[in-house]
Structure formats: structure tokens, C-alpha cells
């Protein structure tokens, strides 16, 4: 186990930021401590028992894949917590909105990976670099459990092209893979456990293998943005500020949820994943649901 970067009362030192613009990423990190991600990780499965059968709009899993922070305050409470946005704040400065949070998890000795891709590719926004993912583990992600793969400076690329492969094995909406042989040599394996995060550029090309541990690799995955960002493919798109001040307007505030899938939370989560699926899932060469 590496041990976790050392931290400037609490913020990333100089060297630090500069080796994430030079690399496209950076870990281990100091995040939320260790007890808080096995707590969150035992909200996560409780959530996943109380509310699998519980009548809501859309699958479970869809709640757990993208924008879990609309629906669950404890999604919330990793996301805004004061040591990891002071690590934020390095990367895109004091205004930080929250853009996504997700979930990505594997069960024990099954195929399924996530595809080497670059993030920006369907969101629309462009290839920015104002959008960092901080990518905090729940349970240990190493080499065995599937945790990521970086290529070092992949980031300096534009947004390259990526193929649709809906495969059901991908974590990913489209399965989308980019269209570059990526040699393994060039991978990084990001090996970190609970109470680091690793954080990784928009464009950074990336992906994971399967889990074959004995243990659940679960991951809250968090994509904040800088305010200036905008969605450039939908009149209208939602984040949550989580420091600081938005002075541009470019996205709809929403704010957090107060309990587990409140009515109006789940409400404003199907308008929200109404206007995104047309943006992540545009010129999709299958007609696929995001995330069902
Ligand atoms: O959790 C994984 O294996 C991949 C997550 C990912 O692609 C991301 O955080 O951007």
C-alpha cells in the first residue's frame, strides 16, 4: 500500500498540483477518513436493501450510477466534506460545484470492467479543464478488485474518438471504449483504500478490470466542476455548490436532499436525467437507457 501524499495544512502543496497538470492525475490523497467511508459504505448497502423494492420511478441501480447526490444526503455529506474540497480547491480554486456523484461498484469474482475512455467524451461540455473526479473507495481497490488505470498524460490529448460497445459486462452508459490501443505497459494501476481518494482529469484515459477479490469494490465517485464550465449540448443542466460562490449562472443550483428519496428530490431527479440522456446518449449507435 503506497502511503497517502502529504498534505499542507490540509491543501495540496505546489509540487502536488503541478504533478496532477503534468500527469492528469494524483493519489493517494488524504479524503474522508477511514471511518467515515466504512460507515458509508454500510448507508450504501442499506440503502441498496430498503429501496430495491421500493416502488421508485427508476431502477435502483440508476439512482446509484449517476446523480446520487439528488436523492441521497449522504452522498451529500462525502462530497462537501471540508478536507476533500480543500484538496479540490487546489486543482480548480475556491468556486466548486458539484456536478455528479456516483457510484461504481463491482461484486466479488465477476467480469464486469470499465472500458479505457475519457470522460469528457459525451457530456457536453467540451474538453475542459475545469472538471476534476475525486474517486473515493469504500472498500480496498486494488490490482485483484478492479480498481482503475490511469495512462500518465493522457490529459493533454483532445477528445479522441470512442466507440459504442454496450457491452453488459461495461459499467459505462454506452460501454464506450476509445479508439487507441492502449499498450498495459502504460497503466497505471491506482491501487488506494478507504480514507484515500485518488483524483483524475476529464480527459485523462482511463478504465478498470474486473473484480475477482472476495469483497464488493465500491467507490463514491464525485465530478466537481469550476462555475465558468457549461453544458454546451442542452439548454439547461444542475449543479450543487459545495464552496464558494457561482457568479455565472451557467447551471441550474439545485440543493441537497434532507432524507433518502424524498418526493421532490426524486421528482427533480427524472427531469434531471431527462435532459442528460439526450446529451450523454446522442448519436448512441444503440438506443439504450442510461443506466437502467
Ligand atoms: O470505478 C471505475 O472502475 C471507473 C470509474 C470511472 O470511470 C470514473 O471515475 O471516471
Not at 430495491?52 to 462525502?78: E, T, W
Not at 477528445?159 to 490501443?181: A, C, K, W
Not at 505497459?185 to 488506494?192: C, F, G, H, L
Not at 463514491?220 to 439547461?236: H, K, N, T
Amino acid at each position: 500500500m503506497l502511503d497517502t501524499l502529504p498534505l499542507q495544512n490540509g491543501q495540496l502543496s505546489q509540487p502536488l498540483i503541478d504533478q496532477y497538470w503534468n500527469d492528469g492525475y494524483l493519489f493517494p490523497l488524504p479524503a474522508i477518513s477511514r471511518d467515515h467511508a466504512l460507515n458509508a459504505r454500510i448507508e450504501f448497502e442499506k440503502i441498496e436493501r430498503d429501496w430495491l423494492n421500493a416502488g421508485l420511478p427508476q431502477a435502483l441501480n440508476s439512482y446509484k450510477r449517476v446523480n446520487a447526490h439528488v436523492v441521497m444526503p449522504f452522498a451529500v455529506d462525502i462530497a462537501c466534506h471540508p478536507q476533500v474540497l480543500d484538496v479540490i480547491e487546489g486543482i480548480i480554486g475556491p468556486d466548486i460545484m458539484i456536478y455528479s456523484v456516483e457510484f461504481f461498484s463491482k461484486e466479488p469474482h465477476t467480469d464486469h470492467v470499465v472500458s479505457m475512455h475519457q470522460d469528457l467524451t459525451y457530456w457536453g461540455m467540451g474538453a475542459i479543464d475545469g472538471l476534476v473526479t475525486a474517486w473515493i473507495p469504500l472498500s480496498s481497490a486494488t490490482p485483484a478488485s478492479g480498481c482503475m488505470d490511469f495512462v500518465r498524460g493522457s490529459h493533454k490529448n483532445p477528445i479522441l474518438p470512442h466507440d459504442d460497445t454496450f457491452d453488459d459486462n461495461n459499467l459505462l452508459s454506452r460501454g464506450q471504449e476509445v479508439r487507441v490501443d492502449v499498450d498495459p505497459a502504460d497503466k497505471v494501476a491506482i491501487e488506494i483504500h478507504p480514507g484515500q481518494m485518488s483524483l483524475h482529469h476529464g480527459l485523462t484515459i482511463h478504465g478498470s478490470g474486473p473484480n475477482m477479490s472476495d469483497d464488493r469494490r465500491i467507490a463514491c465517485v464525485v465530478r466537481y466542476i469550476r462555475p465558468d464550465m457549461s453544458q454546451e449540448q442542452a439548454e439547461e443542466d444542475f449543479a450543487m455548490l459545495a464552496r464558494g460562490e457561482d457568479r455565472f449562472g451557467n447551471f441550474t443550483q439545485i440543493s441537497a436532499p434532507k432524507k433518502n428519496f424524498a418526493p421532490e428530490a426524486v421528482a427533480l431527479y427524472d427531469h434531471i436525467r431527462q435532459i442528460q440522456a439526450q446529451v450523454y446518449m446522442n448519436n448512441a449507435t444503440q438506443k439504450s437507457d442510461m443506466y437502467a
